[in-house]
């Protein structure tokens, strides 16, 4: 009975008897190193006169979005990216205008504004990363 008291009052690691919140406790630290939550920002996109418009509501249109952007310029094409098989909209289109003075007035005027009952974001398109090729394609030449 003594041999048992004193198992349960102390141990070499931590106190026993005490069940999981000591246990928890005898841990000085956490073993594992714990992921970073520093989120680099890409940089701005280079003033253009393609836009980026996201935050789209899925019953905007296309026309809906060229209409909306017409107001601060000459708007050469929009275009709202769709579902290819519900043909809602993905949430975001472009819209490109004639020059880049009438692409700054549209961010200006649209960033942040509301379309079809959305906030929507209106900034400068970004280049479209180049697309790697597949593993299995053949190169050209190589023949």
């Known amino acids: ?5 004193a198992a349960i009052t102390t141990s070499a690691n931590f106190p026993v008897g005490r069940g999981l919140r000591s246990l928890y406790a005898s841990f000085s630290s956490f073993p594992f190193n714990l992921p970073q939550s520093k989120v680099d920002k890409p940089p701005p996109a280079e003033p253009s006169t393609n836009l980026f418009v996201s935050g789209l ?3 905007t249109t296309t026309e809906g979005l060229r209409d909306a952007f017409a107001k601060f310029g000459e708007v050469v094409h929009a275009k709202v990216v769709t579902d ?3 043909g809602y909209s993905k949430g975001f ?3 490109k205008y004639a020059t880049l003075d009438e692409a700054a ?3 200006k005027g649209m960033d942040g504004q509301f379309l079809d009952g959305w906030v929507i974001f209106a900034e400068y398109a970004r280049e479209r990363a180049p697309i790697p090729p597949l593993n299995n394609a053949s190169r050209q030449g190589q023949w």
């Open 1 to 5: 009975m003594a041999m048992r008291a």
């Open 57 to 59: 509501s899925k019953r």
């Open 84 to 86: 290819r098989v519900s």
């Open 93 to 95: 289109g472009f819209v």
């Open 105 to 107: 007035a549209g961010i």
